[in-house]
């Protein structure tokens, strides 16, 4: 089981752009899928990505396609979330997400979750 902390959220202007991290702690992160997550006021929470264990293969949202990039550093036992050209659209609290697994696959379940941090983009 990982422990999983989120920071990198804040303000910013419609076209701007912010990078999340997620610092993990717990043994053997690099055998973990990792995935973002989001919620918006009202909303049920919605997938924005996952990566694989090396981080040789990603999925992301049709809604950040373009415009948001995961990677990790599994020496650092940290993902990221870089966003691009980002949105109003895009406010929500954003949460980090992972799952243990046995093959180098991208995870569409998740066991281990964040708190959140929040991302608010101005008009």
């Known amino acids: ?14 076209g701007g752009s912010l990078r999340l991290s997620c610092a993990a702690s717990g043994r053997m992160f690099s055998m973990y899928g ?8 009202g909303k049920d929470r919605e997938f924005v ?6 981080g040789g293969s990603a999925y992301y949202a049709d809604s950040v396609k373009g415009r948001f990039t995961m990677s990790r550093d599994n020496a650092k036992n940290t993902v990221y979330l870089q966003m691009h050209s980002l949105e109003p659209e895009d406010t929500a609290v954003y949460y980090c997400a992972a799952r243990f697994t046995l093959t180098d696959g991208v995870p569409n379940q998740f066991d281990d979750w964040g708190q959140g941090t929040q991302v608010t983009v101005s008009s």
């Open 34 to 41: 990792l995935g973002w997550f989001r919620q918006a006021p």
């Open 49 to 54: 990505g996952a990566v694989s264990r090396s």
């Open 1 to 14: 089981q990982l422990r999983l902390v989120e920071s990198g959220g804040g303000l910013v202007q419609a």
